[in-house]
């Protein structure tokens, strides 16, 4: 492999590595933004935490790893095909209006029909309506 010269000429800094304490330190000056920058990590921990399982659930549908990947993939396309037509359901109850009223509602939604799904076997019918349905109140 041949020798580049470098992209850039500044010298390593750990303040840049340090400078994230900074941000949240600013970021947590502010409840509300706080609070809802708090809120968007659980819900991206939530759906990466999700991805995985479903990856993990399509390898044990399929041990010898043929298809695993076919099926997982479908079963996060019946997730975002659910995605879709709640977001659009949403658009069209909140006529255009951000309503508070229905972050519960879905949160409700969400962790009920995430735990009816642990007990659903995974390839089933069953299974891919209740993705969908996930996908809607996410």
């Known amino acids: ?27 947590h000056s502010n409840l509300g933004i706080w609070r809802a920058a708090l809120g968007d990590a659980a ?16 390898r044990q549908m399929f041990p010898d790893g043929h298809g695993a990947a076919r099926i997982t993939g479908i079963m996060m396309a019946t997730m975002g095909a659910g995605i879709a037509v709640g977001s659009l359901t949403a658009a069209r109850l909140c006529r255009h209006h951000i309503l508070m009223g229905l972050v519960p509602l879905a949160a409700l ?20 309506a209740l993705l969908f349905l996930l996908g809607v109140s996410g």
Do not use: C, D, N
Request: aromatic fraction near 12%; glycine fraction near 12%.
């Open 109 to 128: 939604a969400l962790g009920g029909l995430a735990l009816i799904l642990a007990a659903v076997p995974a390839g089933s019918v069953l299974f891919f």
């Open 1 to 27: 492999v041949p020798s580049r010269p470098p992209s850039s000429h500044v010298p390593f800094s750990w303040k840049t590595v340090l400078g994230h304490a900074h941000q949240l330190k600013t970021l």
């Open 43 to 58: 819900f991206y921990f939530a759906g990466g935490l999700l991805m995985l399982t479903l990856a993990e659930a399509g």
